[in-house]
């Protein structure tokens, strides 16, 4: 009876109850990454300009919300350069549900043209990029059609957040069908579902799972610096 009765509920609500049963205390659970050493960057290996001035400074007291963030600094001349900051996590390829939950905070949001946040996992040389970016010069959410190479619309908002105020993004993802599925992003508590899904790149690699975050330069490659805490990374 409670099978029939699951084919009459929508589809969002149905994967949010097929969800909760297939969580359970064997869920990984990977907290305070941006305190985890193991961190790898560049600048120019994802796209766009590749001459970004950049550092990375871990286990900052001040600001943090439980006293130790990473703080991550972009600027030099190139327009349009980038920072990518990336952790493989582990060597699972059976994981196919998804949580990266994170809190971020930007001392010059006007200079930045848009954040990058990622779980990614590679199976059976299958690439599973799970990448969201807020694009604050359009305002909105987009995310990455692998197969395709491209940003794809979700029609949800993401405007630029005030100066040195934290923000709270969760991103849910699951890995099935051959797909890579886009679930919802929320931020500061306020939840948008995506319903994307995207084939993967098939490329060559050893089963694993990870996890990246990118700060996008502007026209004139403004500096800005962001810090990163709370940094949560949920599977199973």
């Known amino acids: 009876m409670f099978l029939k009765q699951l084919r009459f509920l929508p589809a969002v609500l149905l994967f949010m109850l097929l969800a909760a049963f297939a969580a359970s205390a064997t869920d990984t659970v990977f907290t305070h990454i941006e305190d985890m050493s193991g961190w790898s960057s560049c600048t120019g290996c994802a796209g766009g300009g590749g001459k970004a001035v950049y550092s990375i400074h871990q286990h900052q007291a001040s600001p943090s919300m439980d006293g130790s963030s990473m703080e991550i600094s972009l600027g030099g001349t190139k327009p349009f ?6 952790r493989r996590m582990s060597s699972n390829g059976t994981a196919s549900n998804f949580v990266l939950d994170m809190y971020y905070y930007i001392d010059k949001p006007q200079n930045s043209l848009a954040l990058e946040f990622a779980a990614n996992q590679s199976v059976s040389n299958y690439w599973y990029k799970f990448s969201a970016q807020c694009n604050f ?54 939840k948008h579902y995506v319903n994307r899904s995207f084939s993967p790149l098939k490329q060559k690699d050893s089963d694993s799972v990870g996890i990246h975050f990118q700060l996008d330069g502007d026209a004139s490659q403004n500096d800005y610096k962001v810090w990163a805490d709370c940094i949560t990374l949920t599977y199973w």
């Open 137 to 190: 010069t359009s305002g909105e959410w987009m995310v990455w059609n692998s197969k395709g190479s491209t940003w794809a619309s979700t029609g949800i908002s993401c405007n630029r957040p005030p100066a040195n105020t934290w923000q709270h993004v969760v991103l849910e993802y699951s890995r099935s069908g051959g797909h890579a599925n886009f679930i919802s992003i929320t931020v500061n508590g306020n």
């Open 81 to 86: 350069s980038h920072a990518l900051l990336w």
